[in-house]
């Protein structure tokens, strides 16, 4: 029963996408449509067996039903490996998620030795250097053993290609270093472990939200000592060409702009946001303001205006409102009223940060946790409108503040490695931590 609700529920958002598509006269973007190159090498040797196997075509049907299969979006690929590689389906030979369940249904399973190797060399030439589309390639190789070949050189080249690999892990017969060596780094993005077959369940919603990732949000913004895949929307926007004015925070490093009512802080969405959203993402946003009425801090517009993503400041009652897409009823608003919401109204730095999930929505307030909320499911956003900061809710008068950051990260994890440090006299707990040992 449950299997069969989702399967309706799938139905129900491609319907509903096909609809509101075609009453605006734009496509949503998502995920779902994001132009990919999606390959899985699959483990087929005697150690996987008949009932794991079919354990692994039903994760494989419940991974790709998530996308729009087509050749103007996402393109499938299957290859089994044993002994040797078998081309299970090429790339660019189904045109719907239909077709294409059925054939990964048919799959039989071989029985064999384990070469790893030679299948992703394999998917090399025979998938991917075919493929006449220029946009993201991804393999995922599922394997439960060591290869019995090399995977090092295949996976470089792989690598040179420009090819992302994943490598998922079955079982305790599986080496780390190996999976390592398949794997783009860092192998906490890219390389996954489960205990067994039925346990690659657990696994399918994060897996879904790193292909998607992969496909929706190509730029890398330097954090810390790593690069977290997201959009600086102040970079996307322009705004150190647009806005000349600077502001040293003091007790920091850090610089901010002055934005002014004479500035227009505005860019077509397809150039900011080319492939939409990711289901899961954190917001990310320091700044500090005077006004005292209710303003978009940031939003989406589709051509007639309409906002389809928003975080919106309200002056009025002193509480934060998030707009986003909805499955439901087309848009969702929730308010964020809980009392430390008024800080943000005190005239000094903050640093605001949204956890968005596919189920919930929780605000942070200067790295503290505030309050959660539902949400909806969501759709794709429309591209064809504008991404704007800093408007009146409403309007396209700019307000006056000042913001040092404004982007939003496409891992959800790294809601627990971002910190307020840019906010003047923010301490973070490893500082007060450092400070006690010291002071010893």
């Known amino acids: 029963m449950a299997s069969i609700m989702r399967f309706l529920q799938t139905i129900f958002i491609l319907l509903l996408q096909d609809y ?20 899985f090498i699959l483990d087929g040797s005697y150690s996987v067996g008949p009932e794991n196997f079919e354990i692994v075509k039903r994760w494989l049907v419940n991974i790709t039903t998530n996308f729009d299969i087509g050749p ?13 590689p078998v081309l299970e389906i090429p ?3 189904h ?8 054939e990964m249904e048919s799959i039989q399973y071989l029985g064999g030795n384990t070469r790893t190797g030679k299948a992703i060399q394999f998917a090399i030439d025979h998938l991917f250097a075919k493929s006449p589309r220029f946009l993201t390639k991804i393999a ?3 394997t439960d053993g060591k290869s019995q070949d090399e995977v090092k050189d295949a996976a470089e080249e792989a690598r040179k290609n420009k090819i992302t690999l994943f490598a998922i892990g079955v079982g305790s017969e599986t ?6 060596a398949i794997a783009n780094k860092p192998s906490s993005t890219y390389v996954f472990y489960v205990e067994d077959y039925i346990a690659i369940s657990r696994i399918r919603e994060v897996i879904k939200q790193k292909l998607c990732e992969e496909s929706v949000c190509p730029t890398r913004i330097p954090v810390a000592a790593r690069d977290e895949k997201g959009f600086d929307i102040l970079v996307g926007l322009g705004v150190k060409k647009k806005v000349k004015k600077r502001i040293q925070i003091l007790s920091s490093n850090v610089k901010a702009y002055e934005v002014t009512s004479h500035v227009d802080l505005s860019e077509f969405t397809r150039n900011v946001f080319p492939e939409g959203l990711p289901p899961s993402y954190v917001f990310v946003s320091t700044q500090r303001f005077k006004v005292k009425k209710t303003w978009d801090l940031w939003r989406i517009l589709s051509l007639d205006c309409r906002p389809q993503m928003a975080v919106t400041v309200n002056g009025e009652d002193k509480t934060l409102s998030f707009t986003t897409t909805s499955l439901v009823n087309g848009t969702q608003v929730v308010t964020f009223t809980a009392l430390p919401v008024k800080t943000l109204f005190d005239e000094g730095w903050h640093q605001i940060r949204l956890l968005v999930t596919e189920t919930d929505i929780t605000l942070y307030i200067d790295d503290q946790e505030i309050e959660m909320k539902p949400l909806h499911p969501v759709l794709g956003i429309y591209i064809s409108g504008l991404t704007q900061i800093g408007k009146y ?3 396209e008068e700019t307000v006056q503040f000042d913001v040092q950051k404004l982007r939003i990260y496409c891992d ?22 450092l400070r006690f040992i010291f002071s010893k």
């Open 175 to 180: 080496e780390e270093e190996e999976l390592r």
């Open 412 to 433: 959800p994890d790294q809601n627990n490695r971002e910190t307020a440090c840019e906010i003047p006299g923010f301490v973070s707990m490893i500082d007060l931590i």
């Open 393 to 395: 809710s409403g309007r």
């Open 72 to 84: 103007k979006y996402i393109q499938v690929g299957v290859v089994q490996y044993s002994d040797y």
């Open 140 to 142: 995922v190789v599922l």
């Open 91 to 93: 790339l660019g030979t």
């Open 95 to 102: 045109d719907s998620n239909e077709n294409l369940v059925g």
């Open 20 to 39: 509101t598509s075609a009453e605006d006269g734009e496509i949503r973007s998502s995920c779902r449509t994001a132009p990919t190159d999606l390959v």
